[in-house]
């Protein structure tokens, strides 16, 4: 089954504890994406990576780390984690399409962080 | 980033059809038009897509108005498992990310 896989799906931990936040993709996608869902504010992109090795800033990159080693794995590190990166993190992965991103996304179920 | 506005809520009733608007006056030609919707304690699920024709897939259809200043995502027979919260993405061609709004949170009433 085609699926992206995020590990935890709940973490409660406490501030400047290191922690990070697998996702895992099936499908050969190259693109891959974090973002953070807040009341009011909708989803936001963290990071994201064209492919292996290549990762970029989105709009809310202050205080995560991304890595990319290989195709289908796209971890979110926490270095010290603070009470206002309580959130719900999702990641999504894509193909890249003809032109960019045209391509739809599939995202995952969901990490719950509650940085206390 | 281009933005689309959407009504904060519609209720509806199930086996009926569903029209949900979606304005996006600053669209650009390039400009892809996505619906993405997210289900109660799940992450966003992709339902359709066009760049400008009109689309159909297994679970909507997308009508485009011909200027493109807008577009409506038709779910042609709602049943309960449609309730969530409906996000009309515009992807700007070169970006390599889509940008949510604050969507239109579907109600079926049985």
């Known amino acids: 089954e085609a699926q992206v896989t995020q590990n935890p799906r709940y973490l409660i931990t406490v501030t400047g504890k290191k922690l990070t936040v697998t996702c895992s993709q099936n499908?050969?996608?190259?693109?891959m994406s974090w973002y953070r869902q807040d009341p009011g504010l909708g989803l936001r992109q963290i990071y994201y990576?064209?492919?292996?090795?290549?990762?970029d800033k989105g709009d809310v990159p202050e205080g995560y780390k991304v890595s990319r080693k290989e195709k289908r794995n796209f971890p979110l590190i926490l270095e010290s984690p603070s009470p206002n990166q309580t959130s719900l993190y999702f990641c999504?992965?894509?193909?890249?399409?003809?032109?960019?991103?045209?391509?739809?996304?599939?995202f995952g179920d969901g990490t719950r962080l509650s940085i206390l | 980033d281009a933005k689309t506005t959407q009504p904060n809520s519609m209720e509806s009733n199930e086996e009926e059809p569903v029209h949900l608007p979606c304005n996006h006056s600053?669209?650009?030609?390039?400009?892809?038009i996505h619906w993405y919707r997210q289900l109660p304690s799940q992450g966003p699920e992709y339902v359709i897509h066009?760049?400008?024709s009109n689309v159909n897939n297994r679970m909507a259809s997308l009508a485009i108005a011909e200027d493109r200043k807008s577009s409506t995502l038709i779910l042609h027979r709602a049943t309960l498992r449609d309730a969530a919260v409906y996000y009309c993405?515009?992807?700007?061609?070169?970006?390599?990310?889509?940008?949510f709004g604050q969507g239109t949170r579907l109600t079926i009433n049985p």
């Open positions: 999504a992965s894509s193909p890249l399409g003809t032109g960019g991103l045209n391509q739809p996304q599939h």
């Open positions: 499908m050969n996608h190259e693109y």
């Open positions: 990576s064209m492919n292996v090795e290549v990762t």
């Open positions: 600053t669209i650009s030609g390039t400009d892809y």
């Open positions: 066009g760049l400008t």
């Open positions: 993405i515009l992807q700007i061609q070169g970006a390599q990310k889509l940008v």
